[in-house]
Structures are given as C-alpha cells and as structure tokens.
C-alpha cells in the first residue's frame, strides 16, 4: 500500500473545471493529484509522467485518449505545460491544495521530502512495473540471496570462468550499439565489458541484453530527462539497490510490454530460448 495519500473533493465530478476537460481529462488530472501526492511536490510534477505512452501504461487509456486528456486538462484549466514541469493550476492559490500552510508545516513538508529523497533515491526509473520501490530491509534481503546463490546453488560448477572474452565482446558492441542508436548517444563499448560480462554468466543471453534497450527506449524515449539520465549501468544491475530494478526485472517488464504491443504473442527472445530447449532435447 502507498504511504501517501491524495484527497478529493466529493464533488470534484460536478467542478466546472473537471466537467469541461470530460473522462480523459479527469482521469489524467486525478493522475496528476496522486503523483503529486506520492512525490510530496507542490504543484508542479516532471513533465515525464505525462508522456502518451507513458500514461497509457498507468491509466485504462490508450496513448490517443491519454494526449486528448492532457489536452483537455490544459484548456479546462486544470493544468499547464512548461519545459520541465506540469503545474497544477491554482495549487498555490488554496484550489487544489491544502489551505492555510504555515511557514512551519512548509519547513516540516520540505525537510521530509528531503529525506525521504536521500534515503530512496526515488525517480520514475527506479519504480517497478507495479510495485512499490523496495525499502532498504528488502535490498539488503536480495543482496544477501544473491550472495548466497552464489555460494550455495548446486547448478553452477565450483570454478565458473563466465562467458568467451569474445563472445563479450560481441555481446556489448551489440548492446552498446543499440543503446546509442535508441538514446542517441556516443558511447564506446570500451568499458561495459565487465557489466556485459556478469549478465551473460548469470545465463542471459544477447538478446535478452538488447530486449532490456528495446523496453528503455519505448518506456523513456519522450521522457527528456529519462532519456538524458539513463545509462546502460542502470540496466544492467543483477542486485536491487537504492531502489533501482534489476537486469531480471527490466527484462519481466520488457516481456510485458512487448505482448501488450504485439496481441499478447511471445517475446522473440524468449521464442529462441524455447527453440533452444526444443533441440537440446532432441
């Protein structure tokens, strides 16, 4: 359950405002008022929670009707664009937000979302799918199992060497390549070998690697600061930590996504994974 809380009023439906932006429109500004709420921001939340696509994954709205409703929002006057932010119209005029805030409560306001910052890290990349970011007790539980995995799972030989240097090499010329060309960037594989390296020993194949770039572009193309922050290291974590997913789940969201896309058909990734244990077998 969320530890934060967004309020409406019981007859925002019958607002002049709500009213004119419709449906869609109140849907994505209901949006704006919880993602607010869950950042603890005053008014103002990044413009990258407001991408078409984006909203088509958190609301039951297609991309089409997500951009009609923001839309709508923008000419009934509930919300505004700017360069960063999208700014909840008459938040700090007591509307929509809460009345009466001393000097004091805006200190106290402050100094929680402070911390609550340092201690997550909080970012729109470092949510789940559909879950809520893992508390610190939950990253020291993972790390731990996966250090014990290490140790104490019985299907890895004593002494595992890990992939070909060449077959390494190849795997992140790949990966980096197609990193460069979703991001535009110009990043040479020089240096991501070992990154490369540890996914590929965990099992994981290149294709997988590119899969997870494949879901990074779609999910965080139209966010510009996504699209500026994100770096093949954020994708390739195999432990949680900080509340960034891991390699594993980025590729369970990659998954998701492309059947949401394709009619609920299988992943070629994981087509060729199926393949290859049809001909081990026989």
Known sequence: MAERYAKLAAGFHSHPKAIAAGLYGQAVFMWALCRNADNDYDGKIKRGFFGPNYLSRVLPLTADQASEGLSACVSAGLLTIGDQF???VGWD????????????????????????????????????????????????RTE???????????DRPATARGPEAGLVRKATASVIGAFNRAFARNLSPDGWEESVRRVLAK??????????????????????????????????????????????????CAGERWRDEHGGEAPPWEQKQAQARLEAVG
């Not at 996966?146 to 104490?152: R, S």
């Not at 494949?214 to 954020?234: F, I, Q």
């Open 144 to 154: 731990l199992a996966e250090q014990k995995k290490e140790i104490l799972s019985p």
């Open 203 to 252: 099992g994981f194949t290149e294709a997988q690697l590119r899969a997870v770039v494949w879901w990074a572009a779609r999910e965080w193309a139209e966010d510009p600061e996504m699209r500026d922050k994100v770096n093949p290291k954020t994708l390739l974590k195999l432990t949680s930590s900080q509340g960034y997913r891991t390699f594993r789940e980025y590729l369970s």
């Open 86 to 88: 999208v700014t909840i």
């Open 93 to 140: 005029d007591n509307e929509w937000g809460i009345p009466n805030s001393t000097p004091r409560v805006r200190a106290h306001r402050e100094r929680k979302r402070a911390l609550g910052n340092a201690e997550t890290g909080r970012n729109v990349s470092d949510l789940p799918c559909n879950a809520e970011t893992p508390s610190r007790a939950d990253q020291s």
